[in-house]
């Protein structure tokens, strides 16, 4: 047994229709109507993906990027990290779409394992979306008033960023 992943996802299948059929459920039914409803939200998502991926290669293709954060990059080269993390940072906790997007860009562009690749998958995983979790979980149930939710929320990713990067400096 080298790769226990490799067991996981059978396991699993295996377990569902074994227990749809302890159920005496009509499993292909109802996985025929779970792919008809999957494909509803595919239809109702993918403009606006694409819309985000394509707005994104056009901002971080057009050079604006080094014209509006130009400022930093001495800063960022005496600290010695990579000028092109940091639209992935500021985008981060607005989109986390955008932020993948940026990720996707970078990883083909430098590759998984990288620096500049290993930083952005870690500062992916170390930082929120706050903007948008503070509009969803707040605007779904109604409250007006976010008092100190949303600087708390970009303090974290605030944290999240600096220790991305310095944990990612130290491992690599």
């Known amino acids: 047994m080298t790769n226990i992943s490799d067991f996981v996802l059978p396991l699993l299948v295996l377990g569902i229709i074994s227990y749809g059929l302890y159920k005496k459920v009509d499993i292909y039914d109802v996985f025929i109507s779970g792919v008809e409803d999957s494909f509803i939200l595919i239809k109702d998502l993918f403009p606006c993906l694409l819309a985000m991926i394509?707005?994104?290669?056009?901002?971080?293709n057009s050079g604006i990027v080094p014209f509006l954060f130009g400022f930093l990059k001495p800063v960022l080269e005496y600290l010695s990290l990579p000028f092109e993390i940091l639209p992935m940072a500021f985008i981060r906790p607005i989109s986390g779409g955008s932020s993948l997007a940026i990720l996707s860009n970078i990883l083909k562009k430098y590759g998984p394992d990288s620096f500049v690749g290993r930083l952005?998958?870690?500062?992916?995983?170390?930082?929120?979306?706050?903007?948008?979790?503070?509009?969803?979980?707040?605007?779904?149930i109604n409250i007006k008033k976010i008092r100190y939710a949303l600087i708390a929320g970009l303090c974290a990713d605030v944290a999240g960023i600096i220790t991305s990067f310095i944990i990612t400096s130290i491992l690599f």
Request: charged letters at 5%.
């Open 120 to 140: 952005a998958s870690v500062l992916q995983g170390s930082t929120d979306t706050t903007l948008y979790v503070i509009t969803l979980y707040f605007g779904s």
């Open 54 to 60: 394509l707005g994104i290669n056009i901002f971080i």
